[in-house]
Protein backbone atom coordinates (compact mmCIF):
# COMPACT_ATOMS: atom_id res chain seq x y z
CA UNK A 1 0.00 0.00 0.00
CA UNK A 2 1.28 3.28 -1.29
CA UNK A 3 1.46 6.68 1.33
CA UNK A 4 -1.49 8.11 -0.76
CA UNK A 5 -3.73 4.72 -0.33
CA UNK A 6 -2.53 4.57 3.23
CA UNK A 7 -3.70 8.23 4.16
CA UNK A 8 -6.87 7.84 2.29
CA UNK A 9 -7.81 4.45 3.74
CA UNK A 10 -10.78 3.69 4.90
CA UNK A 11 -10.02 1.73 7.82
CA UNK A 12 -11.19 3.16 11.42
CA UNK A 13 -7.76 1.59 13.07
CA UNK A 14 -5.26 2.94 10.84
CA UNK A 15 -7.19 6.47 10.42
CA UNK A 16 -7.02 6.45 14.11
CA UNK A 17 -2.96 5.06 13.96
CA UNK A 18 -1.99 7.98 11.53
CA UNK A 19 -3.74 10.54 13.34
CA UNK A 20 -2.02 9.85 16.72
CA UNK A 21 1.14 9.66 14.87
CA UNK A 22 0.55 12.48 13.10
CA UNK A 23 0.46 14.73 16.60
CA UNK A 24 4.19 15.07 17.13
CA UNK A 25 5.03 16.11 13.24
CA UNK A 26 1.99 18.88 14.03
CA UNK A 27 3.66 19.99 16.94
CA UNK A 28 6.47 20.29 15.81
CA UNK A 29 5.66 22.10 12.89
CA UNK A 30 3.19 25.05 14.84
CA UNK A 31 6.34 25.42 17.51
CA UNK A 32 8.79 25.99 14.50
CA UNK A 33 6.51 28.19 12.65
CA UNK A 34 5.83 30.10 15.39
CA UNK A 35 9.75 30.72 16.47
CA UNK A 36 9.85 32.37 12.79
CA UNK A 37 6.71 34.33 13.45
CA UNK A 38 8.33 35.55 16.75
CA UNK A 39 11.60 36.49 14.85
CA UNK A 40 13.03 34.41 17.84
CA UNK A 41 14.40 31.74 14.67
CA UNK A 42 16.01 34.13 11.60
CA UNK A 43 15.99 34.28 8.43
CA UNK A 44 18.17 35.49 5.83
CA UNK A 45 18.68 37.32 2.89
CA UNK A 46 19.70 36.70 -0.33
CA UNK A 47 21.94 39.05 -2.18
CA UNK A 48 19.16 39.69 -4.80
CA UNK A 49 15.33 40.26 -5.02
CA UNK A 50 13.93 36.54 -4.20
CA UNK A 51 10.98 34.59 -5.90
CA UNK A 52 10.05 32.15 -3.40
CA UNK A 53 7.54 28.81 -5.09
CA UNK A 54 5.78 26.36 -3.04
CA UNK A 55 3.06 24.19 -1.93
CA UNK A 56 1.55 23.24 1.39
CA UNK A 57 0.62 19.79 0.40
CA UNK A 58 2.94 17.17 -0.07
CA UNK A 59 2.96 15.66 -3.65
CA UNK A 60 3.19 17.58 -6.83
CA UNK A 61 1.28 20.76 -7.51
CA UNK A 62 2.59 22.25 -10.95
CA UNK A 63 5.90 23.71 -9.08
CA UNK A 64 8.19 22.87 -11.67
CA UNK A 65 6.18 24.05 -14.67
CA UNK A 66 5.72 27.27 -13.34
CA UNK A 67 8.89 27.91 -12.25
CA UNK A 68 9.71 27.41 -16.18
CA UNK A 69 7.51 29.56 -17.03
CA UNK A 70 7.92 32.18 -14.83
CA UNK A 71 11.85 32.23 -15.72
CA UNK A 72 11.27 32.08 -19.47
CA UNK A 73 8.41 35.20 -18.68
CA UNK A 74 11.12 37.46 -16.98
CA UNK A 75 13.97 35.83 -19.73
CA UNK A 76 11.24 37.44 -22.39
CA UNK A 77 11.38 41.05 -20.47
CA UNK A 78 15.54 40.97 -19.91
CA UNK A 79 15.01 40.21 -16.50
CA UNK A 80 17.75 36.97 -15.87
CA UNK A 81 16.19 34.64 -12.67
CA UNK A 82 18.41 32.08 -11.64
CA UNK A 83 16.66 29.01 -10.01
CA UNK A 84 17.22 27.09 -6.50
CA UNK A 85 16.04 23.49 -6.33
CA UNK A 86 16.98 21.59 -2.78
CA UNK A 87 18.82 18.72 -4.83
CA UNK A 88 16.80 16.21 -3.01
CA UNK A 89 16.54 12.83 -5.42
CA UNK A 90 20.00 13.53 -6.60
CA UNK A 91 23.45 11.57 -5.88
CA UNK A 92 25.50 14.55 -5.99
CA UNK A 93 25.39 15.94 -2.11
CA UNK A 94 26.46 19.59 -1.31
CA UNK A 95 25.80 22.48 -3.19
CA UNK A 96 26.80 22.57 -6.91
CA UNK A 97 25.79 24.52 -9.83
CA UNK A 98 23.65 22.45 -12.70
CA UNK A 99 23.80 25.15 -15.09
CA UNK A 100 24.77 28.48 -15.75
CA UNK A 101 22.04 29.53 -18.36
CA UNK A 102 24.51 28.10 -21.25
CA UNK A 103 26.19 24.94 -20.28
CA UNK A 104 24.46 22.09 -18.61
CA UNK A 105 27.68 21.11 -15.98
CA UNK A 106 25.56 18.09 -14.28
CA UNK A 107 22.78 15.27 -15.73
CA UNK A 108 20.43 12.85 -13.82
CA UNK A 109 21.01 10.82 -11.58
CA UNK A 110 24.03 13.16 -10.20
CA UNK A 111 21.58 16.41 -10.35
CA UNK A 112 17.72 16.54 -9.79
CA UNK A 113 15.76 15.51 -12.15
CA UNK A 114 13.40 19.02 -11.43
CA UNK A 115 17.26 21.01 -11.62
CA UNK A 116 17.80 18.98 -14.95
CA UNK A 117 14.81 19.94 -16.44
CA UNK A 118 14.56 23.52 -15.82
CA UNK A 119 18.37 23.63 -16.85
CA UNK A 120 17.03 22.06 -20.48
CA UNK A 121 15.32 25.31 -20.88
CA UNK A 122 18.40 27.40 -20.38
CA UNK A 123 17.70 28.69 -17.46
CA UNK A 124 20.57 28.76 -14.68
CA UNK A 125 20.34 26.38 -11.70
CA UNK A 126 21.84 25.44 -8.42
CA UNK A 127 21.48 22.95 -6.30
CA UNK A 128 21.92 22.07 -2.79
CA UNK A 129 20.18 22.39 0.73
CA UNK A 130 21.80 24.99 1.88
CA UNK A 131 20.20 27.27 -0.43
CA UNK A 132 21.91 30.56 0.25
CA UNK A 133 25.44 28.94 -0.25
CA UNK A 134 23.67 27.19 -3.60
CA UNK A 135 23.12 31.32 -4.64
CA UNK A 136 26.71 32.14 -4.51
CA UNK A 137 27.27 29.65 -7.51
CA UNK A 138 24.90 32.14 -9.52
CA UNK A 139 26.86 34.88 -11.11
CA UNK A 140 25.08 37.58 -13.35
CA UNK A 141 21.46 37.18 -12.24
CA UNK A 142 18.95 40.26 -11.64
CA UNK A 143 16.67 37.64 -8.92
CA UNK A 144 16.29 34.13 -7.49
CA UNK A 145 13.42 31.66 -7.72
CA UNK A 146 13.31 29.58 -5.00
CA UNK A 147 11.50 26.02 -5.92
CA UNK A 148 9.79 24.52 -3.35
CA UNK A 149 10.00 26.49 -0.79
CA UNK A 150 7.29 27.32 0.85
CA UNK A 151 8.61 25.76 4.79
CA UNK A 152 11.70 26.83 3.81
CA UNK A 153 11.56 29.58 6.49
CA UNK A 154 15.18 30.08 7.03
CA UNK A 155 14.87 32.06 3.75
CA UNK A 156 13.66 35.56 3.29
CA UNK A 157 11.51 36.09 0.46
CA UNK A 158 10.41 39.06 -1.56
CA UNK A 159 7.50 37.52 -3.01
CA UNK A 160 5.85 34.27 -1.19
CA UNK A 161 4.05 32.05 -4.09
CA UNK A 162 1.73 29.36 -2.51
CA UNK A 163 0.48 27.21 -5.29
CA UNK A 164 -2.12 24.65 -4.77
CA UNK A 165 -3.31 21.65 -6.37
CA UNK A 166 -6.79 20.60 -7.63
CA UNK A 167 -6.84 19.20 -4.34
CA UNK A 168 -6.02 22.00 -2.23
CA UNK A 169 -5.75 20.60 1.34
CA UNK A 170 -6.13 16.90 0.77
CA UNK A 171 -8.18 15.60 3.73
CA UNK A 172 -7.41 18.66 6.26
CA UNK A 173 -5.02 16.27 8.23
CA UNK A 174 -1.20 16.87 8.67
CA UNK A 175 1.29 13.89 7.86
CA UNK A 176 1.06 10.81 8.04
CA UNK A 177 -2.62 11.29 8.63
CA UNK A 178 -3.17 13.34 5.38
CA UNK A 179 -0.79 14.76 2.80
CA UNK A 180 -0.81 18.78 4.77
CA UNK A 181 3.12 19.87 5.49
CA UNK A 182 1.81 22.38 8.25
CA UNK A 183 -1.30 24.06 9.03
CA UNK A 184 -3.97 25.39 6.72
CA UNK A 185 -3.34 28.49 8.70
CA UNK A 186 0.34 29.23 6.60
CA UNK A 187 -1.42 30.32 3.81
CA UNK A 188 -1.01 33.62 4.79
CA UNK A 189 2.36 33.82 4.44
CA UNK A 190 1.59 33.56 0.68
CA UNK A 191 2.06 37.15 -0.97
CA UNK A 192 0.09 34.87 -4.25
CA UNK A 193 -1.98 32.18 -4.53
CA UNK A 194 -2.06 30.01 -7.60
CA UNK A 195 -5.41 27.90 -7.72
CA UNK A 196 -6.23 24.57 -9.57
CA UNK A 197 -9.57 24.69 -8.28
CA UNK A 198 -11.96 26.57 -6.58
CA UNK A 199 -11.13 26.46 -2.82
CA UNK A 200 -13.00 28.43 0.05
CA UNK A 201 -10.13 30.14 1.22
CA UNK A 202 -10.25 32.51 3.89
CA UNK A 203 -7.46 35.22 3.21
CA UNK A 204 -6.76 38.85 2.16
CA UNK A 205 -4.35 36.93 -0.11
CA UNK A 206 -4.96 37.52 -3.94
CA UNK A 207 -5.93 33.94 -5.55
CA UNK A 208 -5.91 33.82 -9.18
CA UNK A 209 -6.67 30.99 -11.07
CA UNK A 210 -3.87 28.22 -12.76
CA UNK A 211 -4.02 25.36 -14.32
CA UNK A 212 -1.53 22.86 -16.51
CA UNK A 213 -3.85 21.69 -19.70
CA UNK A 214 -2.25 18.59 -21.40
CA UNK A 215 -1.60 19.96 -25.10
CA UNK A 216 0.06 17.54 -27.13
CA UNK A 217 2.65 15.14 -27.77
CA UNK A 218 6.08 14.88 -28.47
CA UNK A 219 8.97 12.69 -29.86
CA UNK A 220 12.72 12.60 -29.45
CA UNK A 221 13.32 15.27 -31.58
CA UNK A 222 11.33 17.68 -30.25
CA UNK A 223 8.29 17.40 -33.23
CA UNK A 224 4.71 17.35 -32.83
CA UNK A 225 2.85 14.38 -33.49
CA UNK A 226 -0.48 12.70 -33.74
CA UNK A 227 -1.62 10.16 -31.37
CA UNK A 228 -2.59 8.40 -34.90
CA UNK A 229 1.21 8.10 -35.15
CA UNK A 230 1.71 5.86 -32.18
CA UNK A 231 2.34 2.70 -32.81
CA UNK A 232 0.86 -0.07 -30.83
CA UNK A 233 1.45 -1.87 -27.90
CA UNK A 234 1.44 1.66 -26.11
CA UNK A 235 2.79 2.09 -22.49
CA UNK A 236 2.99 5.04 -20.62
CA UNK A 237 5.39 5.52 -17.54
CA UNK A 238 5.69 8.25 -14.67
CA UNK A 239 8.34 8.76 -11.40
CA UNK A 240 6.35 11.71 -10.43
CA UNK A 241 4.50 12.81 -7.17
CA UNK A 242 1.19 12.64 -8.53
CA UNK A 243 0.85 9.96 -11.20
CA UNK A 244 -2.93 10.16 -11.41
CA UNK A 245 -2.48 13.61 -12.66
CA UNK A 246 0.13 12.27 -15.37
CA UNK A 247 -3.01 8.93 -16.43
CA UNK A 248 -5.58 11.64 -16.36
CA UNK A 249 -4.07 14.36 -18.79
CA UNK A 250 -3.46 11.11 -20.93
CA UNK A 251 -6.98 10.32 -21.00
CA UNK A 252 -8.08 13.62 -21.95
CA UNK A 253 -6.05 13.51 -24.93
CA UNK A 254 -7.65 10.06 -25.56
CA UNK A 255 -5.09 7.94 -25.19
CA UNK A 256 -5.38 4.96 -23.39
CA UNK A 257 -2.01 2.77 -23.08
CA UNK A 258 -2.04 -1.05 -22.64
CA UNK A 259 0.30 -0.70 -19.78
CA UNK A 260 1.06 1.85 -17.19
CA UNK A 261 4.16 1.88 -15.26
CA UNK A 262 4.23 4.00 -11.81
CA UNK A 263 7.51 4.76 -9.65
CA UNK A 264 8.53 6.41 -6.82
CA UNK A 265 9.47 10.15 -7.16
CA UNK A 266 12.73 10.70 -8.56
CA UNK A 267 13.13 7.53 -9.63
CA UNK A 268 16.17 6.51 -11.27
CA UNK A 269 15.73 4.10 -14.03
CA UNK A 270 17.63 0.96 -14.29
CA UNK A 271 19.09 -0.59 -17.13
CA UNK A 272 16.85 -3.76 -17.06
CA UNK A 273 13.93 -1.18 -16.47
CA UNK A 274 14.77 0.68 -20.01
CA UNK A 275 15.62 -2.49 -21.75
CA UNK A 276 12.16 -3.75 -20.36
CA UNK A 277 10.61 -0.61 -21.64
CA UNK A 278 11.61 -1.21 -25.42
CA UNK A 279 9.46 -4.16 -26.11
CA UNK A 280 6.38 -1.56 -26.52
CA UNK A 281 6.68 0.31 -29.84
CA UNK A 282 5.46 3.95 -28.31
CA UNK A 283 6.25 4.71 -24.44
CA UNK A 284 4.48 8.14 -23.40
CA UNK A 285 6.71 9.86 -20.39
CA UNK A 286 6.63 13.00 -18.50
CA UNK A 287 9.20 16.29 -19.64
CA UNK A 288 10.73 15.25 -16.27
CA UNK A 289 11.31 11.17 -16.64
CA UNK A 290 12.05 12.11 -20.15
CA UNK A 291 15.08 13.68 -18.73
CA UNK A 292 16.19 10.43 -17.54
CA UNK A 293 14.93 7.83 -20.55
CA UNK A 294 16.97 9.74 -23.24
CA UNK A 295 18.27 5.85 -24.92
CA UNK A 296 14.69 5.42 -25.41
CA UNK A 297 14.38 5.79 -29.26
CA UNK A 298 10.61 4.98 -29.15
CA UNK A 299 10.16 7.64 -26.23
CA UNK A 300 7.18 10.42 -26.42
CA UNK A 301 6.71 13.20 -23.99
CA UNK A 302 3.46 14.94 -23.15
CA UNK A 303 3.40 18.54 -23.15
CA UNK A 304 1.47 21.07 -21.28
CA UNK A 305 0.33 24.46 -21.24
CA UNK A 306 0.32 26.75 -18.10
CA UNK A 307 -2.26 28.73 -18.16
CA UNK A 308 -2.42 31.75 -16.20
CA UNK A 309 -4.78 34.88 -15.59
CA UNK A 310 -2.85 37.80 -16.97
CA UNK A 311 -2.22 39.76 -13.43
CA UNK A 312 -0.37 37.10 -11.85
CA UNK A 313 2.91 37.89 -14.02
CA UNK A 314 1.73 41.41 -13.73
CA UNK A 315 2.15 41.65 -10.23
CA UNK A 316 5.23 39.58 -9.72
CA UNK A 317 6.83 41.82 -12.51
CA UNK A 318 5.88 45.31 -11.06
CA UNK A 319 7.26 44.20 -7.51
CA UNK A 320 10.26 43.01 -8.97
CA UNK A 321 10.81 46.05 -11.33
CA UNK A 322 10.47 48.00 -8.13
CA UNK A 323 12.96 46.41 -6.37
CA UNK A 324 15.53 46.77 -9.71
CA UNK A 325 15.02 50.53 -9.90
Known amino acids: MNAEKLVHSNSAFIKL ?22 TILKSYSFPCFCIGVGNIVAGGAGKTPFVIWLA ?28 DGKTIFVKPPEA ?21 KAAMLLEDVDCIILDDSFQYRKAKKDIEILILGKKPFDNGNLIPAGLLREQISGIKRADLILSQSTP ?14 PSHLINSSGKSISIEELKKPVAALCAIANPKNFFNDLALLGIEPEKKFVFPDHHIYSKKETENFKRFSSIITTKKDATKLINLNNLFVLKRTVETEPDIYKFIKEKLVRSLS
Open 72 to 99: EKLKADRITAGVITNGYGGKRKGEYLVS
Open 17 to 38: FLKILSLPYSGIVAARNYLYDK
Open 112 to 132: QDEAYLIATHKIPVASGSRRL
Open 200 to 213: TIKSLVPVFRYNLR
